[in-house]
């Protein structure tokens, strides 16, 4: 069964910096691509960032380039996005999802608040 | 960027009613659209790719149809379980949503 966990959420203030992790299971993560998506309350979904399976392509979201950076370590089954320099429009819910041209599998997602 | 106009941002329905909901891009996306379904609390789930692929487990009450630069997704009888929140998914170039679709029971 494939699995997505989440974890690393929290209330960070403004400006300060926030490390989200993913641990996949269930499927042969080195594989895949990867992506963050994410939802502020009450609001749609936005996608973030994506790394392909060997880390060779990486792209972001307007909105967060320069201050997000997506990394993945294949041993460990495991993709990071390392925030930085955070909003608070950053404030959401951020789902780790597995690509297979579109988004076939999500994890439940790990909250973000930004907020002083 | 491509950008995806979907409509209605909300729909009413009774049991057994057909809906629809419309995704517009801004340019051609050569059928690169999926459709998510997303209930409350919940992650989304993919219900259908390339326009009209159904994953396995979708219902066959679930259709999508399209071309180009204009796509729709279709729920044929309506059943209590449907409702929820529905969005398209260009994949075409990077990624990008539609704004969403709340489905409620009349």
């Known amino acids: 069964e494939v699995q997505l966990v989440e974890s690393g959420g929290g209330l960070v203030q403004p400006g300060r910096s926030l490390k989200l992790s993913c641990v996949a299971s269930?499927?042969?993560?080195?594989?895949?691509?990867m992506n963050w998506i994410r939802q502020a309350p009450g609001k749609g979904l936005e996608w973030v960032a994506y790394?392909?399976?060997?880390?060779?392509?990486?792209y972001y979201a307007e909105t967060v380039k320069g201050r997000f950076t997506i990394s993945r370590d294949n041993a460990k089954n495991t993709l990071y996005l390392q925030m930085t320099s955070l909003r608070s429009e950053d404030t959401a819910l951020y789902y780790c999802?597995?690509?297979?041209?579109?988004?076939?599998?999500w994890g439940q997602g790990v909250m973000v608040t930004v907020s002083s | 960027d491509i950008q995806m106009t979907q409509s209605p941002p909300s729909l009413s329905a009774s049991l057994g009613d057909k809906v629809t909901i419309t995704c517009q891009a801004s340019q051609n996306i050569n059928k690169y659209i999926a459709w998510y379904q997303q209930k409350p609390g919940k992650a989304p789930r993919l219900l259908i790719r390339y326009t009209s692929t159904l994953e396995s487990g979708t219902p066959s009450r679930f259709s999508g149809s399209g071309s180009g630069r204009d796509y729709s997704f279709s729920i044929s009888n309506v059943e209590s379980e449907d409702i929820a929140s529905y969005y398209c998914l260009q994949y075409v170039n990077l990624y990008t949503f539609g704004a969403g679709t709340k489905l409620e029971l009349k």
């Open positions: 269930g499927f042969t993560f080195s594989n895949y691509g």
């Open positions: 999802a597995r690509e297979t041209t579109s988004f076939d599998y």
């Open positions: 790394i392909s399976s060997g880390s060779s392509y990486i």
